[in-house]
Nanobody, 124 residues
Framework: QVQLVESGGGLVQAGGSLRLSCAAS????????MGWFRRAPGKEREFVAS????????KYADSAKGRFTISRDNAKNTVYLQMNSLKPEDTAVYLC?????????????????WGQGTQVTVSS
């Protein structure tokens, strides 16, 4: 069983930055592909970014490309999402997820464990 706890959300003005963290426990962190998803009010949960077990492969949603960066520190059992140039449409609950498969997945159904999420609100 893997526990994931997100942190770093908050209220920020448009154009600002936030760095989200997701701390993992209860498993072998370096064995998991990690992903970030988000759920905006009234919308389905959508993919944001994912990263391979070693950190050498990353994937991004089109909405995140050029603004967000996913990274991980396997020594600290933590995955990060650096978000720059934030827009009001980025407002959502951001959730991290872990996947035992080796494929760097972009589909939520591929992920095995989920955190509770952290709220990000971007004001205009």
């Amino acid at each position: 069983q893997v526990q994931l706890v997100e942190s770093g959300g908050g209220l920020v003005q448009a154009g600002g930055s936030l760095r989200l963290s997701c701390a993992a426990s209860g498993g072998s962190f370096s064995s998991y592909v990690m992903g970030w998803f988000r759920r905006a009010p009234g919308k389905e949960r959508e993919f944001v970014a994912s990263i391979s077990r070693s950190g050498g492969i990353t994937k991004y949603a089109d909405s995140a490309k050029g603004r967000f960066t996913i990274s991980r520190d396997n020594a600290k059992n933590t995955v990060y999402l650096q978000m720059n140039s934030l827009k009001p449409e980025d407002t959502a609950v951001y959730l991290c997820a872990a996947d035992l498969d080796s494929v760097v997945a972009t589909v939520r159904g591929e992920y095995d464990w989920w955190g509770q999420g952290t709220q990000v609100t971007v004001s205009s």
